[in-house]
């Protein structure tokens, strides 16, 4: 099932971890693992691969789940992506591309399935 959406105004600076709270709505993400890959172009290797996991899930008064997800890397992983990709100019901007996708829908009917859940722009900033 192709449920992809395009997710600009991510971003990290080189002076913090990457961190991203995400909730999935209507799924329950038990026993599923995902990526959260940050490259330079789509099919580039990734040069950040943030560890994604499950926090929580919640059940609503109707039984629908919501899972929260977290997407983590650390500031070393930034900064030593950024020290590759720009090593000539440490303050500009590194613009790349980031896709989130999870190895399988909870509840989907088939086969299972990797599905891309968001992808879009993913700038690193100059900290300060």
């Known amino acids: 099932m192709a449920i992809a959406r395009r997710v600009d105004g991510l971003s990290a600076f080189t002076g913090s971890d990457l961190k991203f709270v995400f909730s999935l709505v209507g799924v329950d993400m038990t026993g599923e693992t995902g990526v959260f890959n940050i490259a330079t172009a789509p099919e580039a290797s990734p040069a950040i691969a943030a560890t994604v996991t499950l926090i929580e899930v ?16 650390s500031k070393a992983a930034v900064q030593a992506a950024k020290a590759v990709l720009a090593p000539s100019d440490e303050g500009a901007n590194l613009n790349l591309y980031y896709e989130f996708r999870v190895s399988a829908l909870a509840g989907e009917t088939g086969s299972d399935a990797e599905t891309t859940l968001m992808y879009g722009a993913f700038p690193i900033k100059g900290s300060i």
């Open 58 to 73: 919640i059940y609503d008064d109707d039984g629908v789940p919501t899972s929260i997800l977290q997407a983590y890397a």
